[in-house]
């Protein structure tokens, strides 16, 4: 019974990580630019830490894009209508995608630099 709840489990995120990819825009925005920064990684030989830095830099990113299409989907459920306090969180929630974008870029060409 317990294998078959966890079984639903990951059914479930994977259905998560499925709906964004498939309808969100920067998610594969995200995507792509992953896979260019593991290519480069993979291009300058980075170290094993590095690629696991970069892994790490990676899904906060996603982590923080799924957070944002989460948030924006319980608002548009609960105030459909346009309210300040609803675009406020979606502003604060898009910025925290931006925080953790910008911070896994400037991250990333710090490592890739002190490879060139």
Known sequence: MKMCRLFFAFRNAFRGFKYCLQYERN????LLAALFALSFAWWLKC????FMIIGLLIASVFIAEMFNTAIEAVIDMIQPEFHPLAKLAKDIAAGAVLV????????GCAIFYSRL
């Open 47 to 50: 170290s094993q830490l590095e």
């Open 27 to 30: 998610f594969k925005v995200h």
């Open 100 to 107: 953790a974008a910008m911070s896994a870029l400037v991250l």
